[in-house]
């Protein structure tokens, strides 16, 4: 079930419960444009995709963690891994026309305690796992939406 999404300063957002984190999250769907009063149609597809993942799901994260945690220089029980990320944010961005279930999750680390984690998927696919850096904000997503990535 589509949850209720109310439009803050920039985003639609709703409180969410999904299988595979043990807490309510929040849930942000980023406007296809400045001036429409609801997500796309596509933006909430994507939103009950998500909704959907199996409890299991959380253990995909695993491996794209752990790269990422060795890119940087301090070191957690790489068994553990889930004990030292905590996902705290799930963003459906702007799709344009691009056809595709991309969503991010977003949240904090005990490696990266100032930028957190940023994981890109294409559903249930891992594109991209490292610091928050806005990927979703920048130029460079519109090569991902236009299909150029």
Known sequence: MTPQFIMTRFYFE??????FVPAPL??????????VTAPSSPQLEVADFV???PATFIESLQAPLISYM??????VDKQR???????????????GASGK?????????????EHGF??????????????QEGLYLNEAWK???SGAA
């Open 51 to 53: 909704l959907q993942l």
């Open 70 to 75: 060795l890119t940087t220089p301090i070191r």
């Open 81 to 95: 891994i889930l004990n030292h990320a905590r996902v705290a944010q799930i963003l459906v961005p702007r799709l």
């Open 14 to 19: 709703a409180t969410v419960w999904v299988p």
């Open 101 to 113: 279930r991309y969503f991010f999750l977003l949240g904090s680390c005990d490696w990266e305690e």
């Open 143 to 145: 090569r991902y939406i």
């Open 118 to 131: 940023e994981m890109l998927f294409c559903g249930s696919q891992i594109l991209s796992c490292g610091p």
């Open 26 to 35: 929040t849930m942000a769907i980023r406007p296809e444009a400045g001036d």
